[in-house]
């Protein structure tokens, strides 16, 4: 069964930085395409980021140029590192995965695992 569990997640100033991780269990990642979302309150999931099995990366564009995604596959970890972090990235983020390539990884029905989410909160 495969299981996915996120970290790294907390609270910053705007214009801080941090780090999430996402840790694949029950499968080899190196099979999986991954992806990022997020969700804050009375919103619904949108989708942030997704890094198909051989590293190619799509964001959304009000991340383009802040957030990159990265997988270690030896580790079976896929990360997110965002910089530049605004108020409005404030939400719950979840990592998600597939064993089949989506045709668009930042929505969410491609992906059937799902991790339990971490908050990221940014002040202004």
């Known amino acids: 069964q495969v299981q996915l569990v996120e970290s790294g997640g907390g609270s910053v100033q705007s214009g801080g930085s941090l780090r999430l991780s996402c840790a694949a269990s029950g499968i080899t990642a190196s099979r999986l395409h991954m992806g990022w979302f997020r969700q804050a309150p009375g919103k619904e999931r949108e989708g942030v980021a997704g890094?198909?099995?051989?590293?190619?990366?799509t964001y959304a564009d009000s991340v383009k140029g802040r957030f990159t995604a990265s997988r270690d596959n030896a580790k079976n970890t896929l990360y997110l590192q965002m910089n530049s972090l605004k108020p409005e990235d404030t939400a719950m983020y979840y990592c998600?995965?597939?064993?089949?390539?989506?045709?668009?990884?930042?929505?969410?029905?491609?992906?059937?695992?799902w991790g339990q989410g971490t908050q990221v909160t940014v002040s202004s």
């Open positions: 998600a995965a597939s064993l089949w390539r989506a045709h668009y990884p930042l929505r969410t029905n491609p992906y059937n695992y």
């Open positions: 890094i198909d099995n051989d590293g190619q990366t």
